[in-house]
């Protein structure tokens, strides 16, 4: 009666220990797949998902994007003024006029328009008693002066006329009653009448 118990538990715990053994493959066979269905997360894939349709700046038909032209174009003005005529005042500048009318007292009286606005003049007579065309010399450096003298004679700007190195033979007695060496510019007064006569009433 004894042997046959104890070949009855021997039975059970083999039983047992097969029944273990197939537990654990199960667990394990469990296990290995819950790890494939995580590698499949839907939520995984939603999230790549979502990060390529944020890259994709097409639009919904595939087109490529728009290209947006930012260029500036600045166009620039430039302005030219011409630089103001600089002259020295009138009581620098000497200016001889010479009479080349043949009208007595001609050159003393366009002098006088001069002297009126301050210029230091003298008059004098030309070596001819006529002269043709009326002449405004200046010597070098009192361009813009001669300027300021013509204006101021009412004649025209293209009188001007660099004065050559014989000026002073152009005028009688240049050394009466001063020194017209030093002088700046000459007017000489023609009979052309491009330089009025201020007080023509006074010729006769």
Do not use: C, W
């Not at 042997?3 to 537990?23: D, E, F, M, N, T």
């Not at 030219?80 to 009138?90: C, E, F, L, M």
């Not at 328009?113 to 008059?123: C, D, F, M, P, R």
């Not at 007695?173 to 330089?195: H, R």
Request: no cysteine; glycine share 12%.
């Amino acid at each position: 009666m004894t042997a046959p118990h104890g070949h009855s538990a021997g039975g059970g715990s083999a039983g047992r220990a097969i029944l273990l053994v197939v537990a654990a493959i199960a667990v394990g066979a469990f296990l290995l797949a819950r790890g494939f269905d995580g590698a499949d997360d839907p939520a995984a894939s939603a999230g790549n998902g979502a990060s390529q349709d944020e890259t994709d700046t097409g639009d919904e038909n595939g087109d490529e994007p728009a290209v947006v032209d930012t260029t500036t174009t600045t166009t620039t003005t430039t302005t030219t003024t011409a630089p103001p005529i600089v002259t020295r005042p009138p009581g620098e500048v000497k200016v001889a006029v010479a009479n080349g009318t043949g009208d007595r007292g001609r050159a003393g009286r366009t002098a006088g328009i001069l002297n009126a606005s301050g210029y230091v003049t003298a008059a004098k007579n030309t070596e001819q008693d006529r002269v043709g065309e009326s002449v405004i010399y200046y010597r070098p450096g009192y361009g813009d002066d001669a300027k300021a003298v013509a204006s101021a004679l009412g004649a025209p700007a293209d009188l001007l006329t660099p004065a050559p190195a014989t000026i002073m033979t152009l005028i009688r007695n240049p050394e009466t009653p001063q020194d017209l060496e030093t002088f700046n510019i000459f007017v000489v007064v023609g009979t052309d009448n491009v330089i009025l006569d201020p007080d023509p009433v006074a010729a006769g």
